[in-house]
């Protein structure tokens, strides 16, 4: 299958920082990425989805002004987690699709920690 | 509002035998739907998808089976083994509406496959 980069794996942070997760998709171009968060023994809960040159689509309940995904290119998207607090400690997880595609390929994922 | 649902958690199996991981779905737009590995701490990984004009698609040791009409599909593994020990997603996806394709999981269910 395709190959989607998810970079970093892991994270620590400070409270109160910023932290930028990128997702790359290094051998077709992603016309459509999702953004997912896991929780422990949980199910992916899609966060949002960006289309390459427009807004991402935020789901219900997702803060976007906290949670900003930037797809400014179809190999390469963004997801900024600003001001994060231990609450937002978690697996995230971009998947990527590309045009005329149905299936998704997912990142490696990010574990991120706040402290 | 849980739209796609695997209802086990678990599921052990012994090696040589038949798994089957079930996944039930209620919205009825949902017209394209796949399966997914994932193993801890990784992202998850293709493993067969089924279009809604299809009841069964196979892919070697991998069989989906999809029944519309009771909004339900399976997983079968046969023969299953050791190495197919991780958690099992199921995902729907609905290309005409809204976000052009984003899928919605599953809780998943974890395999395990004893020698």
């Known amino acids: 299958g395709a190959v989607v980069s998810q970079h970093p794996s892991r994270v620590i942070c400070k409270s109160g920082t910023s932290v930028k997760i990128e997702c790359r998709s290094l051998?077709?171009?992603?016309?459509?990425m999702f953004w997912y968060r896991q929780f422990p023994k949980k199910s992916l809960m899609l966060m949002a989805t960006?289309?390459?040159?427009?807004?991402?689509?935020?789901e219900q309940g997702v803060e976007k002004d906290k949670f900003l995904i930037n797809h400014a290119s179809l190999t390469l998207s963004t997801l900024t987690v600003t001001s994060a607090h231990p609450e937002d400690s978690s697996f995230y997880i971009c998947?990527?699709?590309?045009?005329?595609?149905?299936?998704?390929?997912f990142g490696q994922g990010t574990r991120l920690t706040v402290v | 509002d849980q739209q796609v649902k695997q209802n086990s958690p678990s599921l052990s199996v012994q090696e040589g035998r038949i798994s089957i991981l079930n996944c039930d779905y209620t919205?009825?737009?949902?017209?394209?739907f796949l399966w997914y590995k994932k193993y801890p701490a990784e992202g998850p990984t293709f493993l067969i998808s089924?279009?809604?004009?299809?009841d069964k698609n196979e892919d070697g040791r991998f069989t989906v089976f999809l029944n519309k009409s009771a909004k339900h599909l399976s997983l079968h593994i046969v023969p299953s083994q050791p190495g197919d020990s991780a958690v099992y997603f199921c995902?729907?996806?609905?290309?005409?509406?809204?976000?052009?394709?984003?899928?919605?999981f599953g809780q998943g269910t974890e395999l395990s496959v004893k020698p």
């Open positions: 998947s990527a699709r590309g045009q005329g595609h149905t299936e998704a390929f």
């Open positions: 960006s289309n390459e040159g427009s807004k991402a689509t935020y």
């Open positions: 919205n009825s737009m949902f017209d394209y």
């Open positions: 051998d077709f171009q992603a016309t459509t």
């Open positions: 995902a729907a996806s609905a290309v005409i509406y809204n976000q052009g394709g984003k899928l919605i």
């Open positions: 089924i279009s809604s004009i299809k």
